[in-house]
C-alpha cells in the first residue's frame, strides 16, 4: 500500500534565532570602505538590543521551515465542519494585488475612487441577487458582525413602530455566536430546542413566539448541517407577532444559488465572504460578513451606503434612519476584491459548487456510517455530524479519533461542536476537494475505527509522527508560553 499522505518526508528542526546566532555573522556584504575610521561615542551608541548575528540564508531557512510547521487548505484537506476551509483560488491574490486596489488610500475622494466604489456596489448587488434580498451592506467585518449589525437593524424597525421588545428566539442548533450577539444588542435569548430529526418544529416556535420577542435567528443549513425544511412555517408564526426572521447564513456554501433567503420567508441574512466567497481565514485574519435584507429594513442600513448617480458612484451619507457606521472606512475592502473576483469568475457555477459541497459531505456520510455512529440519520447538507459512540466500548474517544488524524496527514474535523451532540464528530469535505482526497480520507478515518477495536494504546498517545505529541491542552490554553 502507498504511504499515507502524512507519513512521510523531512521534518526539521528548528531552533530560536538567537541559538542559530554566530558573532559578526551578517547579511549583506558591505563594498570595501574608502572613508578613514570615525569612532562612536559610546554613551551615545550604548549596549544596543541583541539582535541575533545571522546571514541571509539562516533567516531565509529559519522562517521557510517555521511555515512548512503550518497547516492550512494550500497544504491538505482541511475538514473543519462549520469553518469551510475550502481551496481559494489564486486569481483572487491577484486581483486584490492589483496596484489600483492595494494602493488605494481610504481617504481618497470619490473622484479618484470610482473603481472600487463601484466593486463595493456592484458586490452588494450580487449578495442581493444570490440571496433573493433587495438591498446589502458590506460593511461588517465578520460573520458575528453581521449578527450585531442585523440586531440593530431590528432594534431601529420596531423602535420605529414604538416598540420596545425585549427577547429572541434562538434554535439550539443556532451558532455560538448568535446569542453572544443577541445579548451585546441587549436582547434576551430564549432558548428553542430542535426535535428528534435535528430541526425546527413550527409548534414549538409558536408556544413561545410574542409580541415581546423581536423575532428568531436561525441559522440555515443549521450547525448539525441539516436544512431547516420547516423554515416558512417558522417564518410565517413569527411574523404573524409582527417579530422579525434572521437567517446566519454562514452556512450558504451549501445552497447558493439553490435557496433563495427572501423567498423563503427571511427578512435579513448574514453572508461570510472569508468561507463561502473563498477567501483565506483562520486565525481570527480580516473577513467580512454582509449583510443582505429586505427592503423594509434597507432604510437602516449603515452609512455610508454606496450609490450609483448617472455613470458616478458616490458614498451618501445622508440617510435620517441608518444605524449609523459600523466599521472603520468601509469595512475590510481587501476581502471585498477577493469575493468579487469569485463570484466572477464562478458565474452560474456557484450553483454547482454548493451541489458538489453536499455531494461530498453524503458521500463521507455514507461510506463511514457502518463504522461511525451517525446521530441524525438524513440527507445532509455540505456537512455531516458523526459521534464516538461506537467507540465507547474500547475506551476510544472523539478527541483520540482526531489525534490520529494528524498521523494519517490530514487536520481533525471539528469536535465537540455542534453542542446538541455528544462527542460529536463533525466534517466537511467542501467542494474543491478531488475524489482521490476524500477516498484517502475516507480510509484514513476507517482505518482509525479497525485501531480502536484492535489497539486503542497506540491512539490514546496519538498523535506519534507529529512534530509535538499530545499537547496539555488545559494548561496550554490557560496559561499560554507566548516566548518559545
Ligand atoms: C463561522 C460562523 C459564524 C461566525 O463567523 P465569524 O466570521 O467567525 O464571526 C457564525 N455562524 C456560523 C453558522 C458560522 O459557521
Known sequence: MKEAIGTTGLVMNEPLLWEKSRKGRCGISFSRKDVPD??????????????????????????????????????????????????????NEKMAALPGFA?????????????????????????????GMDATTVQPAAGAHGELTAMLLFHAFHRKKGEKRTKILIPDTAHGTNPASASLCGYASIPVASNEKGVLDPATVADIMDEDTVGIMVTNPNTLGLFEDNIRKVCDIVHAKGGLVYCDG???????????????????????LHKTFSTPHGGGGPGA?????????????????????????????NRAE???KIHAFYGNFGILIRAYTYILSMGKE??????????????????????????????????????DKAQEQYRITT????????DYGFHPPTIYFPLVVHGA?????????????????????????????????????????????????VTAARKPCLCG
Open 399 to 406: 478527541l483520540d479519533i482526531a489525534k490520529r488524524l494528524m
Open 38 to 91: 570615525a569612532s562612536v561615542d559610546a554613551d551615545l551608541a550604548g549596549e544596543g538590543p541583541d539582535f541575533p548575528d545571522l546571514s541571509e540564508v539562516d533567516v531565509v531557512r529559519h522562517y521557510t521551515r517555521l511555515s512548512q510547521w503550518n497547516f492550512g487548505v494550500d497544504t491538505g484537506m482541511y475538514p473543519l465542519g462549520s469553518c469551510t476551509m475550502k481551496y481559494n483560488p489564486k486569481i
Open 322 to 324: 441608518s444605524i449609523g
Open 289 to 317: 460578513g454582509p449583510v443582505c435584507v429586505k427592503k423594509a429594513l434597507e432604510p437602516f442600513l449603515p452609512v455610508p451606503r454606496v450609490e450609483k448617480k448617472g455613470e458616478k458612484y458616490e458614498f451618501v451619507w
Open 425 to 473: 464528530i463533525m466534517i466537511e469535505p467542501t467542494e474543491t476537494e478531488p475524489k482521490e482526497n476524500i477516498d484517502a480520507f475516507i480510509a484514513a478515518m476507517r482505518a482509525i475505527a479497525k485501531e480502536a477495536e484492535e489497539n486503542p494504546d497506540l491512539l490514546k498517545n496519538a498523535p506519534v509522527k507529529t512534530k509535538v505529541r499530545r499537547l496539555d491542552e
Open 350 to 387: 456557484l450553483k454547482t459548487a454548493s451541489q458538489h459541497a453536499v455531494l461530498n459531505a453524503n458521500y463521507i456520510k455514507e461510506k463511514l456510517r457502518d463504522v461511525y455512529h451517525l446521530p441524525y440519520d438524513r440527507p445532509c447538507m455540505h456537512e455531516c455530524v458523526f459521534t
Open 250 to 272: 454562514a452556512n450558504l456554501n451549501a445552497v447558493m444559488g439553490i435557496v433563495k433567503m427572501g423567498e423563503i420567508g427571511i427578512d435579513a441574512v448574514h453572508l461570510n
Open 103 to 131: 494602493e488605494a488610500h481610504p481617504m481618497l475622494p470619490p473622484d479618484l475612487s470610482q473603481g472600487t466604489l463601484r466593486l463595493m456596489y456592484e458586490l452588494e448587488r450580487y449578495l442581493s441577487e444570490i440571496t
